[in-house]
């Protein structure tokens, strides 16, 4: 799994447009897609942050939360805003982050308050897909992807 540090070093371009579909409102907005202990998909809306080079959220202890600890597969998805049409998705595996400075970190960048028994887990990216409408928005979009180094 890469960090987004590692996704903007190698794709520069693919990583802006998901930094601006990803915070298009001001604050970090996505949903995330885990895996149910029985398998299925569920979807949930998050509020992803930048912090020193890594793509994290933080999680209330909830099914979502067990979903991550037990699974770790996820998918991120975004998509546009009031001017651009395009699709960010980011996919992975998640990490329960511990320490207190990697914390710190993740609380300064996070616009909400952020209880105690929110949980700080990291998104490992392994994909990361933007397809990118051209404006008036024209099919088929044009798809740019990057996978990370095995």
């Known amino acids: 799994m890469a960090t ?39 979807v949930h809306p998050v509020m992803p942050l930048i912090a020193k080079g890594r793509l994290e959220v933080f999680v209330v202890p909830s099914p979502k939360l067990d979903d991550l600890r037990r699974d770790g597969r996820y998918a991120l998805h975004s998509s546009q805003t009031a001017d651009v049409d395009d699709e960010f998705c980011v ?21 909400a308050s952020v209880g105690d028994d929110h949980v700080l887990v990291e ?27 095995a």
């Open 123 to 149: 998104l490992g990216i392994d994909r990361a897909l933007w397809a990118h409408y051209s404006k008036p928005p024209s099919w088929p979009p044009v798809y740019r992807s990057w996978r990370a180094r």
């Open 4 to 42: 987004w540090a590692e996704l903007d070093a190698a794709e520069p371009e693919i990583a802006e447009a998901g930094r601006r579909l990803l915070f298009h409102p001001g604050v970090g907005f996505g949903y995330l897609a885990t895996v149910r202990a029985d398998g299925s998909p569920q």
């Open 91 to 111: 996919e992975g595996r998640t990490e329960v982050v511990e320490g207190a400075e990697r914390r710190a970190a993740a609380l300064a960048a996070h616009p």
